[in-house]
């Protein structure tokens, strides 16, 4: 079975710098998705970025991009100029290729804070 | 264009007790998946319906089942509420017909169920 390692329970970054996130999985499968979810106190689970394991370049959405390393199982997160409105918990989550759509295997969550 | 909408935000409810949640999926969606969130966890995957039918399910025992109707909304239902299901649930929907890429997936906010 998949399983996603979240090992940051919790971050904090100044306004303006930048923040890693880490995410390990666990998979013997070749083909997969990755995402970043980033849930505010609102609750909602917004996307913020996915990546494709059959892609090599690593996907960028403006100041959020990551660093995945297929052959070590990671999948890290990196967020640029960070901005208070980051402030939420953020999710990595694992998703099959192929088969139903919906089944995310979510890590347990890193929550960050942007301070001021 | 409303997004995933869920009823009710919040609900407390008393052990041995039997709850239904709703859920309005995306217009457009005909995929509707279930997911409970524990407070300080992942969300995890309970189960997904399309065409009316449960197609897909998580580890989660029998006292949680679903429905799904031809406008393509759903209910989770639990019954023999115990106190550890207290937890956020959230739906979310997407759209069979295109890729199964991921990006397609939204949630709702949730329904934060409290049994006492």
């Known amino acids: 079975a998949q399983t996603v390692t979240q090992s940051q329970p919790e971050m904090s970054v100044q306004e303006a710098e930048t923040v890693t996130l880490s995410c390990t999985y666990d998979t013997s499968e070749s083909n997969y998705y990755l995402f970043w979810y980033k849930q505010p106190p609102s609750r909602q689970m917004i996307l913020v970025i996915r990546q494709e394991a059959y892609k090599q370049q690593n996907a960028t959405e403006n100041r959020f991009s990551v660093n995945f390393q297929k052959a070590a199982k990671s999948f890290s997160l990196k967020i640029s100029d960070s901005q208070l409105g980051d402030t939420a918990m953020y999710f990595c989550?694992?998703?099959?290729?192929?088969?139903?759509?919906?089944?995310?295997?979510f890590g347990k969550g890193t929550k960050l804070s942007v301070k001021p | 264009d409303a997004g995933v909408t869920q009823s009710p935000t919040h609900l407390i409810k008393t052990r041995g007790q039997q709850v239904t949640l709703r859920c309005s999926p995306k217009s457009g969606h005909d995929t509707v998946s279930w997911y409970q969130q524990a407070l300080g966890q992942g969300p995890q995957f309970i189960f997904q319906y399309y065409e009316e039918e449960e197609r897909q399910r998580g580890n989660f025992p029998d006292r949680f089942s679903g429905h799904q109707y031809p406008n393509y909304s759903s209910e989770l239902n639990v019954n023999a509420l115990l106190l550890g299901d207290s937890a956020l649930y959230l739906c979310a929907s997407s759209p069979e017909s295109t890729d199964i890429s991921g990006n397609t997936i939204y949630f709702g906010e949730g329904s934060w169920l409290t049994v006492v």
């Open positions: 989550a694992f998703k099959n290729y192929g088969g139903s759509q919906g089944n995310l295997i």
